[in-house]
């Protein structure tokens, strides 16, 4: 099974509205990490924002926040007043907590936002 | 510099041929992460290097792929008689520490396998 799922391939929004990109992720770890990445058209993956399995409040970063339901095991992306440099990829990654030695970031396919001006 | 780098930025060589891919990671971190992305997907794990433990080599996808690193920082990933389907972006990221919330990006070496 997947151990992360983005079902939105493509999604646009208008410059300063809201967005949502979806995530929901499958593990039976009850310690884990969650991550949010952009990839702008150059290449490079940017970190976003953390939340972690046993934080109380959704993680916020300024424009970027969390919204984290641990009973539905999803973690969706939302990006407020939107910006033309927004476009990008967006990928959700998740890290779990026990596994021995394991502190790789399993990746979702990524949702490719496009901002509308 | 202060990010992670990576060279060379593009390869391109010739299926059978051996390619080494170099990642310097940010100083003082002690972990360092190999992944792959195939044209359109997510990031793929490779191997993982953390301090002087033995590397998590779990997602090497055979055995014509292998990495090392020396003296804690720099690391070499090589693929050995490379195949068509090679063909990818290696992306290299460090963090501060085990535990470490964030990883750190590489700008990613560009892989065509003619």
């Known amino acids: 099974a997947q151990k992360i799922t983005q079902t939105q391939p493509g999604m646009f929004v208008q410059e300063k509205e809201a967005v949502t990109l979806d995530c929901t992720y499958d593990?039976?770890?009850?310690?884990?990490?969650l991550f949010w990445y952009k990839q702008p058209s150059s290449g490079e993956m940017i970190f976003l924002i953390y939340?972690?399995?046993?934080?109380?409040q959704n993680a916020t970063e300024g424009r970027y926040s969390l919204n984290f339901q641990k009973a539905r095991k999803s973690a969706n992306l939302v990006i407020s007043a939107s910006q033309l440099g927004d476009s990008a990829m967006y990928f959700c990654a998740m890290r779990e907590g026990r596994r021995t030695g394991a502190n790789n970031l399993f990746f979702g396919t990524g949702t490719r936002l496009t901002v509308i001006p | 510099g202060a990010g992670v780098s990576q060279s060379p930025s593009n390869k391109v060589t010739e299926k059978g041929k051996d390619v080494e891919l170099r990642c310097d990671p940010i100083s003082g971190h002690t972990a360092l992460y190999w992944y792959r992305q195939s044209l359109g997907q997510g990031l793929e794990f490779l191997i993982y290097f953390q301090g002087n433990s033995a590397p998590d080599k779990s997602g090497l996808p055979s055995d014509r792929f292998s990495a090392e690193r020396t003296g804690g920082s720099v690391s070499t990933l090589t693929i050995q008689r490379t195949q068509q389907e090679d063909s990818a972006v290696y992306l290299c990221a460090s963090s501060l520490q085990r535990s470490g919330h964030e990883q750190f990006f590489g700008p990613g070496t560009r892989l065509t396998v003619l």
């Open positions: 593990t039976s770890d009850p310690s884990y990490g």
């Open positions: 939340q972690g399995s046993y934080d109380q």
